[in-house]
């Protein structure tokens, strides 16, 4: 075992040692390196950036050196995990300088894990999926794969995470989909603009609004996508007729329009039937709008555009014009 005098000047010679060539490593900063702590930041982007501190134990380098971790974008957990690992890494350097060494493995497991960034979120979202639901994480082109399911209905979804998340908008591709295309088509431009929401200001600027700063979007987007869609829509009910709004067959689908039983989707993210939205957008009461039949929220859609007035003098017209064929009838009778 090392006298206190040869370990000194071991200590002092890593110390040396680490001011001249901790630069080799890509991002790092030297923050203190006395023999009290040796203090590394080991940054690749803005938020993927771990401080590094070592302290040199009684016996060292015959002993491991002591190591804490601290970051304020990744997760506690993760940071905890990643601890344990390095001091089995400084084990093997049992005899060696260790610092240099750890430090560069922790710079390669933050290029190794671009999704570590999203470790929180990424274990929140594997509390959301049922049986029959997967997750996969590919870490080489940092991409979270859903493959979701409910019933017969499914959707495949590739999430692709930027390096400097979650300051750049997250990608977002359902990659395949068994819901009618108008509806995917939807949730693929919701789960966009949910990700662009979270990173970009509005256009419109509320002045007493507090200043924008970005936010993670892989918890919201997954949170539509695996709540408010694959589990919600199979099942959901037409607030009209109270039947299935989709087939539970999903070859059944109904892809005409003017179908009667074509789903249609309004602003409030309830399905209607065709004919059973229609019928129920022109009978009475209009005053103030009609009102959602499952939450009451008003209703908007693209193909029923007509103010409360306009609706109300349509069927106001429609009424008059049937009471006149009714008299015609009668006349000839």
Request: charged share 25%; proline share 7%; with cysteine.
């Amino acid at each position: 075992m090392a006298s206190p005098e040869e370990s000194q000047a071991i200590i002092s010679k890593e110390l040396a040692a680490v001011k001249v060539k901790f630069s080799q490593i890509e991002g790092a900063e030297l923050i203190s390196c006395v023999q009290v702590m040796v203090q590394i930041r080991i940054a690749r982007t803005e938020r993927k950036n771990i401080v590094a501190c070592f302290q040199f134990p009684e016996g060292y380098p015959r002993t491991p050196i002591l190591l804490e971790l601290k970051s304020k974008h990744l997760s506690y957990k993760l940071l905890d995990g990643l601890t344990r690992v390095c001091e089995e890494e400084a084990k093997k350097m049992i005899g060696q300088q260790q610092i240099l060494h750890i430090a560069k493995f922790i710079r390669k497991f933050i290029d190794d894990n671009p999704l570590c960034i999203c470790s929180d979120e990424i274990s929140n979202l594997k509390k959301l999926l049922k049986t029959g639901d997967e997750i996969k994480l590919k870490q080489k082109t940092s991409q979270v794969i859903l493959k979701l399911r409910e019933g017969q209905y499914y959707m495949n979804v590739k999430l692709t995470v930027p390096d400097n998340y979650p300051l750049e908008v997250t990608g977002v591709e359902i990659s395949d989909t068994n819901f009618p295309s108008h509806l995917s088509i939807h949730f693929a431009s919701q789960s966009f603009e949910i990700a662009r929401q979270c990173v970009q200001p509005p256009l419109r600027k509320n002045p007493k609004a507090p200043l924008f700063t970005p936010k993670p979007a892989l918890s919201p987007v997954t949170d539509y996508l695996v709540t408010e869609v694959i589990h919600t829509y199979p099942n959901a009910v037409c607030p009209a007729c109270r039947e299935n709004a989709l087939p539970v067959v999903p070859s059944e689908i109904i892809t005409d329009p003017s179908d009667a039983r074509f789903v249609e989707r309004v602003y409030c993210k309830h399905l209607y039937h065709h004919n059973c939205l229609d019928k129920y957008m022109k009978t009475p009461p209009f005053i103030g709008g009609k009102k959602c039949l499952a939450c009451e929220k008003r209703i908007f859609h693209e193909k029923w555009k007509a103010t409360p007035e306009l609706a109300e003098a349509r069927w106001a017209h429609q009424e008059a014009r049937h009471r006149e064929l009714a008299e015609v009838v009668d006349f000839l009778e």
